[in-house]
């Protein structure tokens, strides 16, 4: 078993967010979809999960005033913005793209070629990534 915490908690905290983000979606659709195991968007950010729990347990390991905690930190920060923003705006393109596909495609022969829709994340997404992240960055047992 792995005993590096900070390598270890973060990659817990990525499962349980695509975990959560599966289980929410089957029961709002009601039926399963197991790409959302794997496929990036949804609530919550798996991200930012990611990221936000590697950042407190650097901080918790080396010292919140620790350089590596500093870097870890503004990683973070870098991916908790592209998650929200630029991946948000390259979703919200492919929708636009693909119904003019749509468009121009209908009741054609040639095959239309879908965009992923689903790529970033809205702010509340982004937040609930970031606290089960937090929370299970707080809640591991350091040895």
């Not at 119904?99 to 054609?108: A, H, L, P, T």
């Not at 070629?113 to 982004?126: D, I, M, N, W």
Request: net charge positive; aromatic share 8%.
């Amino acid at each position: 078993m792995p005993k590096n915490a900070a390598l270890l908690a973060p990659i817990v905290a990525w499962s349980t967010a695509q975990l959560l983000k599966f289980l929410l979606d089957a029961i709002i659709k009601r039926r399963p979809d197991f790409t959302r195991l794997v496929n990036a968007g949804g609530m919550p950010s798996a991200h930012s999960s990611l990221v936000s729990c590697m950042s407190i347990m650097i901080g918790r390991i080396y010292g919140w005033e620790s350089p590596i905690f500093a870097i870890a930190s503004v990683l973070s920060l870098v991916v908790l913005y592209d998650a929200a923003g630029v991946r948000q705006a390259a979703g919200k393109q492919a929708k636009v793209i693909n119904r003019i596909v749509e468009d121009i495609y209908k009741g054609s022969r040639i095959p239309e070629g879908r965009l992923k829709e689903l790529l970033g994340h809205t702010p509340f997404e982004v937040l609930m990534g970031v606290m089960l992240g937090t929370v299970i960055g707080f809640a591991w047992i350091l040895r």
